[in-house]
T-cell receptor, first 112, second 113 residues
Framework: AQTVTQSQPEMSVQEAETVTLSCTYD???????LFWYKQPPSRQMILVIR??????QNATENRFSVNFQKAAKSFSLKISDSQLGDAAMYFC?????????FGTGTSLTVIP | SQTIHQWPATLVQPVGSPLSLECTVE??????LYWYRQAAGRGLQLLFY??????ISSEVPQNLSASRPQDRQFILSSKKLLLSDSGFYLC????????????FGQGTRLTVV
């Protein structure tokens, strides 16, 4: 079965600090892509970062980076220098074929 | 550039009434189209997806249906709404290559009363 697990329903971080959101997934496919989406209170889904499974190098996007461990099927998101605007629900997802699979989300609170 | 439009943004409907939510994509052709539902504080549940005109795959049995009358138009419908249909509905598209992200509309907040 294709599944995505985010084991942290809620996380909090002090402003300017670093936080890591966890994600594990289960797929039998060898070719897939992984994503982290951010959903702020407006509920607009915004792509944060993407990772190609065939690439060993971890993706980075400004203050956002991932730790991709393919063998362990782990795809965590690190947010550095957290800002108040980072407060949102974060969803881990992957695509294989035409199907996207999403986790249940982690609600991130940023404490001033 | 590609854009996705979803409307209405909010909707309050009585139980038993019909539903029609519309989604259109601009700036691309033959996209994959998706309807998701998100209950309060929960993840995304895939309802329907379509890889082409008239091709609809249903993931969850329910009283909702979807149609794709045109290449870039995706409609979510119901003949009779239930209280349990309340939620936040998101339309999304991808380019169908299997290696790009999904792009989401603004969402529709549906309240069935």
């Amino acid at each position: 079965a294709q599944t995505v697990t985010q084991s942290q329903p809620e996380m909090s971080v002090q402003e300017a600090e670093t936080v890591t959101l966890s994600c594990t997934y289960d797929t039998s496919e060898s070719d897939y892509y992984l994503f982290w989406y951010k959903q702020p209170p407006s509920r607009q889904m915004i792509l944060v970062i993407r990772q190609e499974a065939y690439k060993q190098q971890n993706a980075t996007e400004n203050r956002f980076s991932v730790n991709f461990q393919k063998a362990a099927k782990s795809f965590s998101l690190k947010i550095s220098d957290s800002q108040l605007g980072d407060a949102a629900m974060y969803f881990c997802a992957y695509i294989t074929g035409n199907q996207f699979y999403f986790g249940t989300g982690t609600s991130l609170t940023v404490i001033p | 550039s590609q854009t996705i439009h979803q409307w209405p943004a909010t909707l309050v409907q009585p139980v038993g009434s019909p539903l029609s939510l519309e989604c259109t994509v601009e700036g691309t052709s033959n996209p994959n189209l998706y309807w998701y539902r998100q209950a309060a504080g929960r993840g995304l549940q895939l309802l329907f997806y379509s890889v082409g005109i008239g091709q609809i795959s249903s993931e969850v049995p329910q009283n909702l249906s979807a149609s794709r009358p045109q290449d870039r138009q995706f409609i979510l419908s119901s003949k009779k709404l239930l209280l349990s249909d309340s939620g936040f509905y998101l339309c999304a598209w991808s380019d169908g290559t299997g290696n790009t992200e999904a792009f989401f509309g603004q969402g529709t907040r549906l309240t069935v009363v």
